[in-house]
């Protein structure tokens, strides 16, 4: 079993920048594959960013322009960077964990999940 919690969500403004945090327990947290989900009321989960054990990067569709993932295996701890947030970018954000060194964006291949973090960002 992986235990995700995330932590470093917020009300901020439009154009202010967060960052997220999401701590791993349970096992060998560089065997997997860390990713970030974000889900806003009403809309499916999205895909934000994955990263694997050895540091490959997959970002979603427009993520990448202000969003930045990143781990530190000494640490189980694996981050994200949100520059510039916009009032769009209020949602719940997700740490997922899956056991394999590639990255993917589907949410059925990630099998462990934090309680998620509210991400609110006022226009």
């Known amino acids: 079993q992986v235990q995700l919690i995330e932590s470093g969500g917020g009300l901020v403004q439009a154009g202010d920048s967060l960052r997220l945090s999401c701590a791993a327990s349970?096992?060998?947290?560089?065997?997997?594959?860390m990713a970030w989900f974000r889900q806003a009321p009403g809309k499916e989960r999205e895909f934000v960013a994955a990263?694997?054990?050895?540091?490959?990067?997959l970002y979603g569709d427009s993520m990448k322009a202000r969003f930045t993932i990143s781990r530190d295996n000494a640490k189980n701890t694996v981050y994200m960077q949100m520059d510039n947030l916009k009032p769009e970018d209020t949602a719940v954000y997700y740490c997922a964990a899956r056991q394999s060194k590639f990255t993917i964006s589907s949410p059925d291949n990630y099998e462990y999940w934090g309680q998620g973090t509210q991400v609110t960002v006022s226009s």
């Open positions: 990263i694997s054990w050895s540091g490959g990067l």
């Open positions: 349970g096992r060998t947290f560089n065997n997997y594959t």
